[in-house]
């Protein structure tokens, strides 16, 4: 992996953005997508994307799209102690909350803040911990009453998003950071829409990230709503499931980008498939195939307008909806690379055909 690739990685990773408060993650986006594309367009919710025209009007219209926001919470009540609850924004194991560094994004400014945990000792001679929900832990950003939490600018409908380094591991084959989920497919946007800046494609490509994916896949229907698509590609990270076994489990590190097969809100057509198998084996790229029992945008996308076939050009990340997930370097070369040749390759003759699935 190029340094450029990684520095740019860790920027996007460490940025902090989650469902419905994804500008610091847009700006981004958009002054690094705008010297690369036609013109820059943002949809009603937020989602930004960069449209390269093709010369005929009726070319078919291709839609690559990342999501830009990371799992977190909002706070919902401070304590009278200064405390604050919250509720989550996406999915979250509570047994990975606790005792962990957030940054608490007020209008008056970002502060530090931890989750809360009870410590052994304050256990001893109980019956132990209940089952623990989200719900039920309070964070702390050294507030001593919520009068002086206010003081500072904190209000219910502020955010609490991890605060994490971004780092590779020692054998330099993966790295660990936080938002992998979804700044993965921000970052391969940027990197294809870059490699293929000079030239000419047989559609006009529309490329750049939804919003509030996390919370429901909310941001993708008014985008395709707005841009029309014919063929939707998302570009998102999955659950690897491989630290145990890789005996019956899907999602391995290591072993290429996802032929994401099913979900429960997609089933790739034929015709799809055939095309993106067709591509992965003509220019050598590792893939591997994906059964997940969550979804992507692209689950909205497809049944958006009148049918837009779309699936996922993906990748697997250990213990993502975390603050720390471990991605492999290769994976991402793999996923680039096959998002890259998918869009060189598709052209009127080529859409249609998955289309129509003749």
């Known amino acids: 992996m190029e340094d450029k690739t990684f520095q740019r990685i860790k920027e996007l990773t460490e940025l902090q953005g989650t469902s419905g408060f994804e500008q610091d993650i847009r700006a981004y986006m958009r002054k690094e997508i705008t010297p690369l594309v036609d013109e820059v367009q943002q949809d009603g919710l937020g989602g930004i994307f960069g449209i ?102 904190v209000r219910p409908g502020d955010t609490i998003v991890p605060q994490v380094e971004t780092i590779k591991t020692a054998n330099g084959k993966n790295i660990i950071s936080k938002a992998w989920d979804n700044r993965y497919g921000c970052t391969v946007v940027l990197e294809a829409l870059e490699a293929l800046k000079n030239e000419k494609l047989g559609h006009t490509l529309i490329a750049g990230a939804n919003v509030q994916e996390e919370v429901g896949l909310r941001g993708t229907k008014g985008a395709v709503n707005k841009f029309k698509p014919d063929l939707f590609f998302a570009v998102d990270c999955s659950a690897a499931d491989d630290t145990v076994t890789k005996n019956g489990t899907f999602g391995h590190l290591g072993e290429g980008t996802l032929m994401r097969i099913y979900d429960p809100g997609l089933i790739m057509l034929p015709r799809l498939k055939e095309y993106l198998l067709d591509t992965a084996e003509t220019n050598n790229i590792p893939y591997q195939y994906f059964v997940s029992k969550g979804g992507t945008d692209a689950g909205a996308a497809h049944t958006a307008n009148e049918g837009i076939p779309s699936t996922v050009i993906g990748v697997v990340g250990r213990y993502i909806h975390t603050h720390q997930t471990m991605f492999s370097i290769a994976d991402y070369d793999a996923a680039r690379e096959m998002l890259i040749q998918t869009l060189r390759g598709l052209d009127r003759s080529t859409v249609q055909t998955i289309i129509e699935g003749k």
Not at 70 to 85: A, N, P, S
């Open 52 to 153: 390269r025209q093709h010369e005929e009007a009726d070319a078919p219209r291709v839609m690559v799209a990342a999501h830009m926001d990371e799992v977190g919470f909002m706070v919902t009540q401070i304590t009278d102690r200064g405390l604050f609850k919250i509720t989550p924004l996406g999915g979250w194991n509570p047994y990975v909350v606790s005792a962990q560094r957030f940054t608490l994004k007020t209008m008056k400014g970002d502060y530090p803040c931890i989750s809360s945990s009870i410590p052994p000792h304050l256990l001893r001679g109980t019956a132990g911990q209940k089952s623990l929900e989200v719900t039920d832990i309070l964070f702390d950003a050294g507030f001593e009453s919520r009068e002086e939490a206010e003081a500072f600018g």
